[in-house]
């Protein structure tokens, strides 16, 4: 069984937010998209919410506006939100066990960040046996620097996807993945 697990897409990643992504509203749109697909079809939605509870944290902090879902994707009640504090969605969390017990055996993902918790999560997921799939345009990430270079958020998208569609995951648009549900 195939199931969508969203990553962190929340507020502070977006305009006006305190960590905003290049492509956040466009990637929240195919996200939103791709869940609405899987609601249609009656499959399983996970929605994965990061929350900054390490010291030195500057977004993502609890009874703030910047922690909460993105409006693309809010949750409709009855569909599991699973909090975290750590990059990987399964660290910690009871994301591994609600798949298990629900017989998911395939996931699809989007979200945000890519180079960051999307990658994370892909890896571990792959690493713990799911055939996984990821809608490269329902994620966002955002410029990075390392020395005097700043590899830009085109490029950083660029790699991660490439370098997840070696063996870890499928990587394909929105469009693709909703005509396969």
């Not at 909090?83 to 945000?112: C, W």
Request: aromatic share 8%; with cysteine; charged share 20%.
């Amino acid at each position: 069984m195939k199931a969508l697990v969203l990553i962190d897409i929340q507020n502070d990643y977006f305009p006006g937010g305190k960590m905003e992504l290049v492509g956040s509203e466009k990637a929240g749109q195919n996200a939103g998209r791709l869940l609405a697909g899987f609601r249609a079809k009656k499959a399983p939605v996970f929605h994965v919410q990061h929350i900054s509870v390490h010291p030195g944290a500057t977004f993502f902090l609890p009874n703030t506006d910047g922690v909460n879902i993105h409006a693309s994707v809010q949750p409709l009640k009855g569909e599991v939100v699973i909090n975290k504090n750590y990059p990987n969605a399964f660290h910690e969390t009871t994301l591994l066990r609600q798949l298990r017990e629900s017989s998911i055996d395939t996931l699809v993902f989007a979200g945000m960040m890519t180079h960051m918790c999307v990658d994370t999560a892909v890896r571990a997921a792959f690493d713990l046996g799911f055939t996984c799939l990821v809608a490269h345009d329902a994620c966002a990430t955002c410029d990075l620097t390392f020395g005097d270079k700043t590899v830009s958020a085109d490029n950083v998208q660029t790699a991660y996807m490439s370098a997840l569609s070696w063996i870890f995951a499928k990587v394909e648009d929105t469009e693709t993945i909703c005509k396969g549900l």
